[in-house]
């Protein structure tokens, strides 16, 4: 963008509305230029061009458009897209939405500037993730493995531990073997003050602050804003992944509120929407979040994205779990009545999935019965869901023997190996030793999904 | 004359130019000073509407476009096979090496290495009369193919008055030239197709070979032909993916085309990293020398997405035209049509459904038109075929959305994945009640002569069994399973042994990612056979509770990864052993009823 007029101010503010400013009479500006705004008391705020003719351009505020006026309002063209100062000193440092130092601090003094909307990774430069991560959680370990450069949601809804258990996975998550520490990046998008401070709490506790840094957008922040948000941290988790080399844990939450922005900024435009009301290009636009995860041949670092959202009334059909379900590698779906039962991780095995598991696991990587066992514990705990299911209406008495076995390895499942404390980091052979107490309550003839080789090894029950 | 206009407008991957007066309907245009690749797609007055390829960040009004005088089109010639291309045909590796692990804009690179020599062996001679389509000779592109240098499909009937010997020669070389009422015309071993139009044939048959996939739901249940249509639609996470990778790797044919089509770059990446280590089991040789890959990844600019599709067909209509069967499996159209989509909303056309352009329908009917089986232009005579298969991501995995129901309106087999089974971890979560294949007699035959004529009455009794059990199912579901009947029992007891055992089929175990068509058969015929002989001994008067504890279930159920492709015949001597356990139980109740 060499040749745009940068600095030139322009007066001519033809029409504001939501979140929006109509500029007139403009000579040069270009699609997605950086754009700074004087309000008529001086204030600054920040925007960025979302469609641009002669003479006329559409430019998205940040800080949203409450007290800019039509008069007195002035707008200068950066003449150059959004940029993040990045180095190293950006760790253990805490910002705002838009990467503005909110810490009290100087600014950074910068290594690089980059363009906060990244590339595309070429998928034929991509390193394809095999690195398993243990997070000491058994859920997640024995059957929603989580691995190196993998982007794995947590799907949740009002009131539930999302934000206890990604806290969780920060403090725990280990690549076995080796002694990398992973460096989080931390997105808070319109979350409520409380919920920052825990994560914020929780790093500083476990000593991972240091290795931290933190964009906060918080409930009061401005809306508008939260577009940006997940864009500046992955911007540099990027950096620190790919040209530190570091192993970066980026946890993004919530992606509802950032999909909430979204639709903002498009009924303001007056788009055909998608479904309920979002645009169309929603997954296209979440993709470009999503996607800045993984690994680079040739280069040391990774992101593993863990982004959090919550499901407006617990339904997984809406647009933003859907669309985010489509984009990243599997999900960790929490289920109400597990919680309401007062399990800790209330994770619904039988929603969730990682897609990635399969190459993260098995022989050489973790043990050979890792994935059969993973497998089983699905089918026998699906099975004992639809037991359950039958003996609401059948009473015991109309089950089998079989259907009866079922019933008590489901209850063993969620007690035993699903529940765990909060702060109770479980080695993955005491993950997989439970899984095997759990299976063995079943006949040897149903574990059918475990070959027999593996089954004269772990099994401990009767025929 | 080459139109140059300037930009006035800019939303995204929408741009406007005026001063496009002489610039023609998909012709391909630079845009701005980078350069960067558009397409016209809508003209208005001086005013040319253009979807750009890669991203605008940065354009701006005022800056220059250029007509290039062409359509977007492909380059067709040997090099084609192992490459990944982006939605656009630019090599993504070359790419890479130009601008790193991040995909950079304007940058330019050619389809295929022109530097590259192949060895070339005449098919014609000078005075051979040729048509468009003809062939003109033969390189080895990979060892697993065996290249044909066709004429353009368009080229006009001439006589060879010059033809190129045996010898290595770059691509741009003229192997031919040929002469029409004082037209010369060069010809080398390469040409371009525009990707929008069709490539032309000389006629087209019904598809009756089945494309054998190596997965049992699909062969013995719901098959798909060679030039036929498919689609597997299915919410998140159940397996649409999966099932297209299978197919890939494991489909009887000669050239896979694999379109990612704004999915993950990690699923890209996962084909280039399995294929070359994946040996085709007929030829023994890496899957890779038979697939051309073209990536548009969800994160790439949208508008390539809309030509992706485009460029992979056009690409397997060329290998078609060599006699070739070609797969092409395209992940997801319904990231494609979202792509259609987003440009109509930026042009600001009037939406139909779900703000989906009224156009949607007839786009994909084009598109599953480019499949079939058909005799190929020129000579010497041949035919080939190209199967597609497509993908498809209803939101909220609702099966009413416009892309699902028009698309099942274009195709011949349906692959209905369903969310529940993929909760339970039935893989592949295809749904056998609502799925079909409008092929099944049609491939009847190719099973009757090639493996068994048994095939076709084995498939109709176990499905049979899955039926009722769908029925019974309701009652079970109301009154518990011991309301049933033994003899009603027993169709539950075996269809989930059917589900098990047959329906149910791990992608990522060494044995049960592929199953021969011989090993399926024998497969389901012990499953028949079981529930013959089941059914006789409670009708002797055994007991269900006996039948559940025979030893024999769990080979059965396990014999899919326990017995390899190579050593089937232990099927048979597993039927053996069936039947004995059956014969000792039926003495038993012998001696049960003499006491
Ligand atoms: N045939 C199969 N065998 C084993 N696992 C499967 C199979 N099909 C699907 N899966 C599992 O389901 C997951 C999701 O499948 P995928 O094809 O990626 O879904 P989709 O493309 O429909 O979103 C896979 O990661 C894998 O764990
Ligand atoms: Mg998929």
């Not at chain 1, 959680?137 to 009002?158: A, E, H, N, W």
Request: charged residues 25%; negative net charge; glycine residues 10%.
């Amino acid at each position: 963008m060499s040749e745009t007029a940068a600095g030139i101010e322009y007066t001519k503010v033809a029409e504001i509305k939501g979140p929006l400013m109509i500029i007139d009479g403009i000579t040069r500006a270009s699609f997605d230029e950086l754009v700074e705004i004087e309000t008529p008391n001086k204030e600054r705020r920040l925007g960025r061009v979302l469609e641009v003719g002669f003479g006329k351009a559409v430019v998205q505020v940040f800080e949203g458009t409450t007290g800019l006026a039509i008069t007195g309002t002035k707008a200068k063209f950066l003449g150059k897209t959004m940029q993040l100062p990045v180095s190293q000193e950006l760790l253990g440092r805490v910002f705002d939405g838009l990467g503005r130092p909110n810490d009290g601090l100087p600014v950074p003094v910068a290594d690089k500037f980059l363009d906060v909307s990244g590339e595309p990774m070429n998928p034929e430069r991509r390193e394809y993730p095999t690195s398993f991560i243990q997070t000491g959680v058994s859920v997640i370990d024995g059957m929603l493995t989580l691995v190196r450069g993998q982007k794995l949601p947590i799907f949740s809804g009002s009131g539930m531990p999302h934000n206890i258990l990604a806290a969780q996975i920060a403090r725990q998550a280990a690549v076995v073997g080796t002694k990398e520490d992973f460096a989080v990046v931390f997105a808070a998008i319109g979350v409520q003050y409380s919920d920052a401070q825990y994560f914020k709490r929780s790093l500083e506790e476990s000593g991972a602050l240091r290795r931290s840094v933190l964009f906060l957008n918080l409930a009061d922040d401005p809306a508008i804003e939260r577009i940006i948000t997940p864009r500046v941290a992955l911007t540099v988790a990027e950096y620190l992944a790919f040209e530190l080399g570091m192993h970066v844990l980026a946890i993004l939450t919530d992606m509802t509120n950032y999909a909430e922005a979204l639709r903002e900024i498009s009924a303001a435009r007056e788009e055909v929407p998608g479904r309920k009301g979002y645009p169309g290009y929603l997954y296209t636009d979440l993709a470009n979040n999503y996607e800045r995860a993984g690994r680079v041949k040739g280069k040391n670092g990774s992101v593993t994205q863990v982004p959090i959202l919550s499901m407006p009334a617990d339904d997984i059909t809406h647009p933003i779990p859907d669309l985010t379900g489509y984009i990243t590698e599997g999900q960790i779906v929490l289920g109400r009545d597990l919680f309401r039962k007062g399990i800790y991780p209330p994770v619904n095995v039988l929603m969730s999935l990682s897609r990635l598991m399969k190459d993260g696991v098995g022989e050489g990587k973790t043990r050979e019965d890792h994935m059969e066992v993973g497998n089983q514990l699905y089918d026998a705990y699906s099975r004992a869901q639809e037991v359950r299911a039958l003996a609401e209406i059948v009473g015991k008495a109309g089950l089998t023997g079989v259907d009866l076995k079922y019933l008590d390895a489901g209850d063993m499942f969620e007690d035993h190996f699903l529940r765990q404390g909060n702060d109770e980091n479980r080695t993955l052979e005491e993950t997989l030793g439970r899984a095997w107490e759990v299976l063995s309550t079943l006949p040897e003839g149903e574990l059918t999904k475990i070959k027999d080789k593996n089954l004269r090894q772990h099994y401990k029950g009767s025929k | 004359m080459e139109a140059k206009g300037k930009i006035v407008w800019v939303s995204g991957p929408a741009v406007k130019a005026d001063g496009m007066s002489s610039v023609k309907m998909y012709e391909t245009v630079e845009v701005g000073s980078t350069k960067l690749i558009g397409e016209v797609i809508r003209l208005a007055g001086d005013i040319a509407f253009i979807q750009v390829y890669e991203s605008t960040s940065g354009l701006r009004p005022g800056e220059p476009v250029r007509g290039t005088g062409q359509p977007l089109s492909v380059l067709l010639g040997p090099g084609v096979i192992g490459k990944i291309y982006d939605g656009i045909q630019r090599p993504l590796d070359e790419i890479a090496q130009k601008s790193g692990s991040f995909i950079g804009r304007g940058v330019a690179t050619t389809p295929v290495d022109m530097k590259k020599k192949y060895k070339f062996s005449p098919a014609v001679k000078v005075g051979d009369e040729i048509v468009g389509g003809s062939v003109l000779g033969f390189v080895e592109e990979t060892p697993l193919l065996t290249h044909s240098i066709l004429a353009p499909p368009d080229h006009p009937r001439g006589k060879i008055i010059d033809a190129a010997k045996e010898n290595t020669y770059e691509i741009g070389q003229v192997v031919a030239t040929t002469e029409n009422n004082g037209n010369r015309l060069e010809l080398k071993m390469f040409h371009k197709w525009p990707v929008r139009k069709p490539r032309p044939y000389a006629e087209r048959f019904d598809p009756s070979v089945p494309l054998i996939t190596g997965q049992r739901i699909i062969d013995t249940y719901f098959p798909i032909a060679k030039g036929g249509t498919g689609a597997i639609p299915g919410g998140f996470g159940t397996g649409k993916t999966v099932t297209l990778h299978q197919i890939a790797k494991w489909a009887d044919s000669k050239v896979v085309v694999y379109i990612g089509c704004g999915e993950r770059g990690n699923e890209m990446t996962e084909v280039l990293v399995e294929f070359p280590h994946l040996i085709d089991p007929r030829s023994g040789r890496p899957l890779m020398e038979r697939t051309v890959l073209v990536a548009n990844t969800s994160n790439m600019p949208v508008a390539a997405r809309e030509a992706s599709i485009y460029t992979g067909v056009t690409i397997a209509e060329y290998y078609r035209d060599m006699g070739f069967d070609v797969v092409l499996v395209a992940d997801s159209t319904s990231r494609w049509a979202e792509a259609l989509r987003e440009m109509s909303g930026r042009l600001e056309e009037m939406p139909a459904e779900e703000g989906y352009p009224s156009y949607l329908a007839s786009r994909l009917a084009e598109f599953y038109e480019r499949a079939g089986r058909v005799r190929a232009l020129g000579s010497p005579e041949r035919s080939g075929s190209v199967t597609i298969v497509g993908a498809v991501s209803p939101s909220g995995a609702d099966f009413t959305e416009p892309v699902t129901t028009h698309t099942i309106r274009f195709i011949k087999t349906f692959w209905a994945l369903d969310t529940r089974l993929a909760y339970s971890r039935h893989y592949p979560s295809i749904n056998w009640m609502q799925s079909y294949s409008g092929y099944l007699e049609d491939v009847s035959k190719w099973w009757k002569q090639n493996v068994n004529a048994e095939w076709y009455g084995l498939r109709a009794e176990s499905y049979n069994i899955l039926q009722r059990e769908d029925t019974l199912k309701e009652i079970v579901r109301l009154l518990g399973p011991e309301a049933l009947p033994d003899e009603e029992k027993l169709v539950l007891e075996v269809a989930r042994m059917i589900k098990i055992g047959i329906l149910q089929q791990n992608s990522f175990d060494k044995v049960d990612t592929y199953c021969s068509p011989q090993k399926q058969l024998k497969q389901v015929r012990l499953m028949v056979q079981f529930y013959k002989n089941s059914q006789k001994a409670l009708r002797d008067g055994v007991s269900l509770v006996d039948i559940r504890a025979m030893p024999i279930i769990t080979s059965l159920l396990k014999a899919k990864f326990e017995v390899t492709d190579e050593e089937v015949s232990k099927l048979d001597t597993m039927e053996q052993e069936m039947n004995d356990q059956f014969s000792k139980l039926g003495q038993r109740e012998e001696v049960k009823v003499l006491v």
